[in-house]
């Protein structure tokens, strides 16, 4: 009897302890007269953003600045060079061996670069792509789904890449190629890097750019023949009114943007979704008439307008204006990149 009652009293023990525990974190700890001090951290907030400033040749060509601002490419002697905005550190991508660069152009959502080559093999022309990855500072291949290197053959050696489109969500690539007095061609590249040639109206063939629905990406595109922006089986896109139409460019969110006006001059701009009623697009009228380069549209929907006469860009929806040095080069997230003398500068949107 004795026996069982340690045992008992034994096992009684860390219950006891933890009751008591429990009491004590209550009563102390978790008691209405309790206080605490909380303190918020703000872990979402961006890195500053710097002012540009970078050196290049007098004969750079092609001066092009990431989606971020992070990065700023030009092209010279059969190079891009990359430079790091905040470093201010310069690398160089080579063309592959044998290849001639054709077009080349930043990710609209990542430090990525797309580079377009042209090879000749056997008599004949072909296109093939490489990525060059700032950040991890590495380039690959296009493959196909078969692990061979992507190649898209060209009616003749002339053509040349003229734009890209990307998708956004879809991860689809839209590549235009051209030669002067021939049909352009539109390949569609998808995510397993397939390729297949874009249906499209026979026309001369203005801009161009990407969306997603519900049946998956779209290419919408300009037919200069006949002053129509057409999207699927070349359905036109109207504005319903009596006018030039510019397919100025889509967001992130699927809204086309279309410029009214005439001569490659733009008073008007609708922010057209195609799921929704015409009555619901948005519309922005311009001050006055503005040549069509001078419009950017960003992928998060905000649309800038350059004046180069006052060197000032303004956001047309708010009205704000950045001032900047020289010849307008660009327009990214957070400003604008502009090149006087050798220098890249760079000048930052207001809050």
């Not at 539109?186 to 026309?203: E, G, P, Q, V």
């Amino acid at each position: 009897m004795k026996v069982l009652k340690k045992l008992i009293a034994w096992a009684l023990i860390p219950i006891i302890l933890e009751l008591a525990g429990l009491f004590f974190i209550d009563k102390f700890y978790l008691g209405d007269e309790s206080t605490f001090n909380i303190k918020k951290v703000d872990i979402s907030s961006k890195k500053s953003h710097t002012k540009i400033k970078v050196k290049i040749p007098d004969d750079a060509k092609d001066v092009k600045i990431s989606h971020n601002g992070n990065y700023v490419s030009y092209y010279e002697n059969e190079s891009i060079y990359v430079v790091d905005t905040d470093k201010n550190k310069k690398k160089e991508v080579d063309v592959a061996d044998g290849a001639e660069l054709s077009y080349y152009t930043w990710d609209t959502d990542s430090d990525v670069i797309l580079m377009a080559e042209k090879i000749s093999k056997n008599g004949s022309s072909y296109l093939e792509f490489e990525a060059y990855d700032a950040k991890r500072d590495s380039k690959t291949e296009r493959k196909n789904d078969q692990n061979q290197v992507l190649e898209i053959l060209l009616p003749n050696s002339n053509y040349e890449v003229e734009n890209v489109a990307f998708s956004g969500a879809s991860n689809v690539t839209y590549v235009v190629s051209e030669s002067a007095g021939e049909r352009s061609r539109i390949y569609r590249i998808d995510r397993m890097t397939r390729m297949n040639l874009a249906k499209f109206r026979a026309t001369q063939l203005g801009n161009i750019a990407a969306i997603n629905t519900e049946d998956g990406d779209q290419l919408i595109y300009e037919d200069r023949s006949s002053n129509r922006i057409r999207g699927k089986s070349a359905e036109p896109i109207a504005t319903g009114e009596n006018a030039m139409h510019y397919l100025l460019g889509a967001d992130s969110n699927d809204y086309i943007y279309i410029g009214n006006g005439e001569n490659d001059k733009i008073n008007k701009i609708f922010v057209a979704n195609l799921t929704k009623q015409r009555s619901s697009w948005k519309t922005y009228k311009l001050s006055g008439y503005t040549d069509k380069k001078n419009i950017y549209v960003l992928r998060d929907g905000r649309i800038y307008v350059n004046n180069p006469s006052q060197n000032t860009v303004t956001e047309v929806a708010t009205g704000k204006s950045v001032q900047y040095e020289g010849k307008l080069a660009g327009v990214y997230n957070y400003g604008v990149i502009s090149i006087s003398g050798n220098k890249v500068l760079g000048s930052l949107f207001s809050n």
